[in-house]
């Protein structure tokens, strides 16, 4: 779903926010990206979603080449960023058929697939809800909605459960874990990381500098977060401010 070589950016004053990152993810994957701030982990997802254009490398992206082909890599992905989009004051399912219709669907077929989706995340019957009315976790379920509405096989999430309660995080767990299609997510929460991914990957300093299932990285009895002060000399959890 994601073959990476050498992928680079550099941005104007000679900042290398990201330095040659070889990344590979098969498809039904969830892998978790994660790094400290500053490490490159936006600018990657950036790049892997056509958003920002890299300044050297090759990728593909769903089966379509990052750089020559970026309408057909957006046909073929989902991505939610970690504000979402949900406007406030209109009706979600009015807003989703939209969507559904911008993917080339007609209204009929649009109104189904909307339909479908919010069943699948539990939220059947809060179509006529604005998005102001909703809880953290039924927005973060709706954000993903969106994603998923043209069967993406290959979906980015950018810290899905940033700022939602205990509860309400290992809910959307439940429902990442039901998708199906690959997921390729960020997150500072650590046991997010372990109880989610099969895979992970580490970026620091614009590079990648570890790579394997959770169990793989935690041996001899260390946390993830044991891991990334050896790895960065930082922790993941205080950087983030998760207690």
Known sequence: MIKTSGLSK???GGVEAVKGVDISVEAGEIVGFLGPNGAGKTTTMRMLTTLLTPTSGTATVAGHDLLADPRGVRRRIGYVSQGGGINPVTPVGEELILQAMLYGMRRAEAETRTAEVLAKLELS??????????????????????????????????????????QSRANLWDHI?????????????????DALC?????????????????????TGGRTLDDVFLDITGRSLREEAGVA
């Open 125 to 166: 019957g809060m179509e006529s809800r604005p998005g102001g009315a909703l809880s953290g976790g039924q927005r973060r379920r709706f954000d993903i909605a969106f994603g998923l509405l043209h069967r993406p096989p290959l979906i980015f999430l950018d810290e899905p459960t940033t700022g939602l309660d205990p």
């Open 198 to 218: 099969d895979r992970l990957l580490i970026i620091d300093h614009g590079r990648i500098v570890a790579e394997g299932t959770p169990a793989e990285l935690k």
């Open 177 to 193: 874990r039901a998708l199906d299609t690959t997921v390729f997510l960020t997150t500072h929460y650590l046991d997010e990381a």
């Open 10 to 12: 550099t941005f104007k």
